[in-house]
């Protein structure tokens, strides 16, 4: 499944799971990676992982790759981001300060190239909820979306629905355009 521009979808599947990866893969693949941007936030994995990844999945690097990594800031700031190419763009985000995440997110989509397509990856709504209300999460999400249907952004979220209770992911569901169950 690959959305059109301008679409947030919400991938449901356990969080371990190989049938999130493929989601995560499917979703990804928008087009040639030299016509795409890619923002990545993720609250688990290190910065040179999902590089490798990418590069493993589809052997070039996109235009600019993006990743937010919000956690362990020690873990972050380490000599490990000195490798990377450079056009790999890293920064932080302390899991408890939602609004401090809004706006590396918003600084990340102030300095778009309008001729590349956006597409975004946020993994995961499981760990958000980890460190944010559900009412908190809502609205920032909300929020978000709005920027990412504004920049005709291709974006996907992260959710392992055997984490949560069905009122929370329903309590979600209303801010994305579609949602993707795998087990």
């Known amino acids: 499944m690959t959305p059109r521009p301008g679409t947030n979808v ?7 799971s190989q049938a999130k990866q493929d989601q995560c893969h499917g979703l990804l693949d928008c087009g040639s990676p030299e016509d795409l941007d890619v923002l990545r936030i993720t609250y688990s994995d290190m910065p040179k992982d999902l590089v490798d990844e990418w590069q493993t999945q589809y052997e070039t690097l996109p235009s600019r790759l993006g990743i937010v990594n919000v956690g362990d800031q020690a873990g972050v700031t380490d000599d490990s981001n000195a490798d990377l190419p450079p056009s790999v763009v890293v920064t932080t985000a302390n ?12 600084n990340y ?12 990856c946020f993994d995961s709504l499981t760990g958000l909820l980890q460190f ?3 009412q908190a999460s809502f609205k920032f999400l909300h929020m978000f979306t709005g920027q990412l249907r504004d920049a005709d952004a291709v974006a996907h979220f992260h959710l392992d629905p055997n984490a949560l209770d069905d009122q929370t992911v329903n309590r979600l569901k209303p801010v994305f355009d579609d949602a993707i169950r795998n087990e």
């Open 95 to 106: 899991p408890n300060d939602i609004t401090g995440l809004g706006m590396r997110l918003n």
């Open 132 to 134: 944010t209300d559900v």
């Open 109 to 120: 989509l102030n300095d778009l190239d309008p001729d590349r397509q956006l597409v975004v």
């Open 10 to 16: 919400l991938a449901l599947a356990p969080s371990l």
